[in-house]
């Protein structure tokens, strides 16, 4: 199975800004609906953000709007998650996911059986 490498998590204090990027030495990520998601322990994982691989539309979880902001480097085949005025509940381990085909979709969700494609997850902690 085709696996995602994300990377950038580390730590950071309240307040602060990071930025996560993913990448695929074998996928090339422009042509997928993509995700990101995050987890905690003893927790489900959740979506944060998605988007789509048409126009590039994106989508965010509530509780990041406003705070995080997914984008695409085609050039670099690269997706980001820039993540701004950090909050301690926003510690987990974030994954980044991609739909199973190049599926055009106008829209997308942030469901994880909706996503086919893996990273191994980079942990992100916010602590002062």
């Known amino acids: 199975q085709r696996q995602l490498v994300e990377s950038g998590g580390g730590l950071v204090q309240p307040g602060g800004s990071l930025r996560l990027s993913c990448g695929s030495p074998?996928?090339?990520?422009?042509?997928?609906?993509m995700a990101w998601f995050r987890q905690t322990s003893g927790k489900e994982r959740e979506g944060v953000s998605c988007?789509?691989?048409?126009?590039?539309?994106?989508y965010y979880a509530a509780s990041v709007e406003g705070r995080f902001t997914i984008s695409r480097d085609k050039a670099k085949n690269l997706l980001y998650l820039q993540i701004d005025k950090v909050k301690p509940e926003d510690t987990a381990v974030y994954y980044c996911?991609?739909?199973?085909?190049?599926?055009?979709?106008?829209?997308?969700?942030?469901?994880?059986?909706?996503?086919?494609?893996w990273g191994q997850g980079t942990p992100v902690t916010v602590s002062s």
């Open positions: 074998e996928l090339i990520l422009k042509y997928y609906t």
């Open positions: 988007i789509t691989n048409s126009g590039d539309n994106a």
């Open positions: 996911a991609a739909e199973k085909s190049y599926t055009v979709r106008p829209t997308c969700d942030m469901i994880n059986e909706e996503y086919f494609y």
